[in-house]
């Protein structure tokens, strides 16, 4: 399988807004006038990754995220369009985002995803999916599809292009 560096459909992209002011400082993460519906947040949850750790990359069957990178570390993002039906199926896009470049980005679901921590502190990233973790009451399978877990996955972060 074979990826080529480009856009991916239906990833949205969001350069944050800092307001700061002498007490500190606020962005808005999302808001329903600037968000399809189908992406619209059901939960968030809040991560801490040290310096060098990556996760994932995996994807969801049914889920699509919200992922907000605003620091205090900064993160290289990698995306994979590994959905048949998509016009940009085997397209790939990364990114470094994070303290340096406050970002917010949709991944839909069947978009493979993972994400290092690739600043000299621990990072925060934040992530409102539009579905339950586990479901309701988490009584359902988890949705997730690991790639990280196969050496010989096409989805590498440090692979090719």
Same mark, same amino acid.
């Given at each position: ?50 310096? &060098? !750790?990556?996760? /994932?990359?995996?994807?969801?069957? #049914? ?11 900064? =993160? ?33 679901? &069947? !978009?493979?995803? /993972?994400?290092?921590?690739?600043? #000299? ?11 339950? =973790? ?28």
């Amino acid at each position: 399988m074979e990826f080529e560096r480009g856009k991916i459909q239906d990833v949205q992209v969001t350069a944050l807004r800092k307001f700061v002011d002498e007490r500190g400082w606020l962005t808005e993460i999302f808001r329903h006038d600037e968000l399809s519906e189908e992406f619209y947040p059901a939960m968030s949850y809040v991560s801490l990754s040290r310096p &060098g !750790v990556t996760r /994932g990359p995996h994807e969801h069957e #049914g889920q699509a995220d919200l992922f907000v990178f605003i620091g205090p570390s900064n =993160f290289k993002l990698v995306l994979w369009d590994n959905r048949r039906e998509s016009p940009t199926y085997l397209k790939k896009m990364s990114m470094v985002i994070g303290e340096d470049a406050p970002t917010s980005v949709v991944v839909p679901k &069947g !978009v493979v995803h /993972g994400y290092r921590n690739v600043g #000299g502190k621990d990072g925060i990233v934040i992530n409102c999916p539009n579905r339950l =973790f586990m479901g309701q009451d988490k009584k359902d399978p988890i949705d997730e599809i690991r790639h990280e877990i196969d050496p010989d996955s096409p989805f590498q972060m440090d692979g090719k292009p």
